[in-house]
């Protein structure tokens, strides 16, 4: 162990680039990804520093001096909203004695005041007030750290990196038009649920990339989610089977028919593991009254979003690496974020969006918008935490994908490993 | 470190190597035996994962599809009876994505299905049901690990090992008449106890070998105990001890031939450091009434196990490195075993058998049978933190054992750094 | 990582080094200093078992067999008034098996008796009894081990050095005529409380070595401190607030010349960064009614302390390296200690003394007595807390001390650094 903050040594480096070089395609990763505190600092090097990271919502900081905190890793970072409405993200440390500069989750502000001596920043970071320190002092070199901060349709994202990927331009412009409808601008939170998941971040996220495991945890996701939306191996199912599935497939082409008709994006993109800013989405049939991600599949907020007026668009499901899912409904968009907090310990953060007009008890009730999705949350928690216990015994050895449901999960772990070989290179 | 999960690196290998080497016989280990996270690793792989382990009682498991779980280190171990009234032990990990495949500490099933994608295995640890996975996957290459299993007349030792130490045998061969007339498979559980200690498991060990604590701390213990059983130092006492110390030989020497002419073996029997499965076994009298390790020196069960009808026959002790210990009086049994949970933490597990047919509230009374070990126990626990407490201070240096009442700890000691030296081999 | 208990491995030492060489006076020290649990235990092997360390006062041990215990790093010992009234130091762990002596924090003894074989020393660490362990054990080779230890004037430090630093004799040649005026051996204590801080010692320290946030943080402590007592920038001030600092300037000097008329010594001394036994102690006016650190600037205690007839004596400080800082009034003494227990874990012990004649409810108010330094204790807590939670992030560097308001503090850093340099070589 050395005394530097972050960083392997020498010989756990060595040991990384071995385990790196034998993984097995199709495999789940060795033991040691998913318990080794050494590889998760790696990853928050080699990853959540360097990567572009889904961190909030714009209507989170709608007027200047409103500011949102997060955490990454050791990094804490403050999100605000400036004097000409610009979003600004600094590393909330006083470049005095260190101090933390603001600490709750959000809040307003006129200026950025250090509670230990005042030293006093202005919400571009630029250091305005420092009491004692002499007449030869430079406030200039003593303005905050900033951090890339860019919105994609209302989705904030932030990058640690002194240069950020630049293939973000291209997200943006993918996105944009698929997420333009739902209006982020004009949401609200409804609600907003933090779940502390025991296992490590990419158990989270392999747990967020197939649906192998819904028909057997999910009782209430199931209810708006088809059961072929997800895969299955053709060659293990009866005539009835493959009949529905059949089905299944018509209606999606039914459907993205008739939505991009009303100028509704639907086709599926898919660049999970093939650029640094990796990501994904479609827009999928919802089952039976085919309006939301409830439990009566019925809009959960009777204000629709934006200028929406067909209750009945689906799903549009926008996956991004290495830590975030979205779903986003006519009524209602539901946004998570993974924040690792140690090898073993992962935060899940979850928050319900609906119309900024729409009024809690008439237009939307909060225990129908987040009911499903709160259940599901606590499922996958439980099976993340059965998935983390294994992968602590000497007797875990990486088993098989199934190449028919799982093959998002493998674009993950092909996406990290080429992200943390990059990051070694 | 590095990034394996267990192992030693090469500077740790070479310092607990010259730690074994520089070894005072007679004096109690250095400090880093009891306090080193890396030697409480080299511990659970070198003697935990190599030597046979008792972990419970046949009569957990009487029906097929029961099963026990136990945690020996970071393995998670299911010991179950099979279809065939065979016991069964697994790793208890699932082969598709590592799920923990059973969660809590017993149960029964019908087949091992995991949680997760319901990848099912049957009693004998076969894959037979994989949703998903394709028609070229190979089910047959995918079974659950086994882990060895054996009984010694009811008591379920398992071993980790590829291959499991073989002088198992010769315990079988010598104990097995010891321990019959107890007749195992005809008890239940009537009260069992889980105490974590605030130390080291082998200042737990050293304290179960000695009864030098005894008199200073254990008021409950020493009433069926006779005060000249573990030793004494002759030249330190007065002719009053000196004949009391006669007359106990004296009555040891006649119990002893009493026991023997009815079939009851009683001779001392010691390899507690000549072999790899390393045991001991003595039959004792007990104090006052003479029947049982009970406040009242009486038998706590008015049912007898198996076929005795005699209430006095002492105290059967049965010791095994590196974990147990446990006492057989004509009525019950008392059965104790330790599990390391980290460097400075201590399961010890104790039950209390007594006949299957013995009536709870009528035959016998749960407190009555648990109080003597119960109070021991906990003294225990505070003596093993106070040796915990005084082991992590720079200031502590080995110190010597009494060589007329601690011999047996020197033969715990010795087989321990045996075994040690045998791993590093 | 060896298997030392103590002691940095070959690769941390050299990045220790460097860290110390690249040094840049005038900042707060790099991130490591404050989270890195290596130089944490280097600063435990290097500066608190090397240097004398405050952590008692004798009123606590008044009579023979009296004792206190301090936990030091990971070393627990036991500070005893012997039968001749001296007073003597050891390390509380018994020389059998190691098992911790003394459990509780204070008490009172007749000899030494360990708890798990009745080991039992004399109250001058001699080993008077020990069971079975046979004619030929020598017990004269067995005694507790000693600590160094001294009164200065009632205020008791150790040393756990081999050779203790000789320059402790300076400091008692310098402050007993300081300290003696106001007779701890006749004290007792009226109040102790134990504050637990999120952060390292230095920063506890660094905290405790500056009054730059005062003004911002400590409502009730400014009301006895002057605003100027602690430095200012003298070009940043306007006309009335340099006329202000002048009449500060004066009432320190007419002060300090009344009370050295009274034979109270007053002028500044300051040893804090040239000698191994690091100090510094003045004697500064208070605001206001001029006599105590209270709320209303009062004497809390009507008995004034020894022989002492004035009330208003202001305060004499007295702050030593590395861990305390004491405050000597005419009515009470608030007396702190700062125990380091991990990297990010500080316990601030304070301690407040009246006359040992004093009645609590007659004499004095406990609540009275003790409310400016609870509330300043709480606050200071929440900064050092702030300034742990930046010194963890990434983006934490060093900042530049106020050359007018943290010249102590960056005393402070250089007699720290000096040290290691010193234990290093």
């Not at 509704?264 to 093939?274: C, G, K, Q, R, Y």
């Not at 049939?285 to 409830?294: A, C, H, K």
Request: aromatic share 10%; glycine share 6%; charged share 25%.
């Amino acid at each position: 162990m050395t005394l530097k903050q972050t960083g392997l040594s020498g010989e756990s480096l060595a040991a990384l680039r071995s385990l790196i070089a034998r993984r097995q395609p199709g495999y789940s990763l060795e033991a040691p990804f998913y318990t080794s505190p050494e590889i998760f600092d790696a990853d928050m090097e080699l990853i959540f520093s360097r990567t572009w990271i889904y961190v909030a919502v714009e209507p989170e900081v709608p007027e200047p001096g409103d500011y949102v905190t997060v955490n990454l890793g050791r990094n804490s970072i403050v999100i605000l909203r400036d004097d000409d409405m610009g979003l600004r993200a600094f590393h909330n440390v006083c470049r005095h004695r260190g101090a933390k500069l603001v600490q709750g989750e959000s809040g307003a502000v006129g200026n950025l005041v250090c509670p230990y001596h005042q030293w006093t920043y202005d919400l571009e970071g630029k250091l305005i007030y420092a009491e004692h320190m002499g007449e030869d002092f430079d406030k200039s070199c003593f303005g905050l750290k900033k951090v890339h901060v860019r919105s994609i349709a209302g989705l904030i994202f932030i990058c640690l990196a002194a240069e950020a990927p630049a293939d973000i331009d291209e997200l943006d412009r993918v996105m944009t038009p698929y997420l333009a409808p739902h209006d982020i601008a004009n949401t609200k939170i409804a609600a907003s649920a933090d779940l502390i998941e025991k296992g490590n971040w990419k158990l989270t996220l392999e747990n967020n990339r197939e649906c192998y495991h819904c028909s057997g945890n999910h009782p209430e996701l199931t209810i708006p989610l088809f059961a072929y939306g997800f895969g299955f191996a053709p060659g293990q199912m009866d005539e009835t089977e493959l009949a529905q599935a059949a089905r299944y497939d018509e209606l999606v082409a039914t459907s993205h028919a008739r939505w991009e008709s009303c100028g509704i994006p639907s086709a599926e993109v898919d660049h999970l593991d093939d650029c640094i800013t990796g990501f994904r989405t479609q827009r999928l049939p919802i089952d039976q009254s085919g309006e939301s991600q409830t439990l009566d599949t019925k809009v959960a907020s009777r204000k629709l979003l934006g200028k929406l007026t067909d209750t009945a668009l689906g799903g549009l499901s926008f996956w991004t690496q290495p830590n975030s899912w979205h779903h986003f409904m006519s009524d209602h968009i539901v946004t998570f974020t993974t924040i690792p907090i140690d090898a073993e310990t992962t935060l899940v953060r979850t928050k319900w969006l609906v119309h900024k007009d729409a009024r809690e008890g008439i237009d939307y009730d909060v225990e129908n918008l987040t009911s499903v999705w709160n259940a599901t949350n606590q499922q996958d928690a439980t099976l993340v935490e059965y998935a983390q216990a294994g992968a602590r015994t000497p007797a875990y050895e990486p088993g098989p994908y199934s190449p028919f449901t799982e093959t998002l999960v493998e674009k993950f772990c092909k996406w990290y490993l080429d992200r943390l070989k990059a990051g070694l290179a």
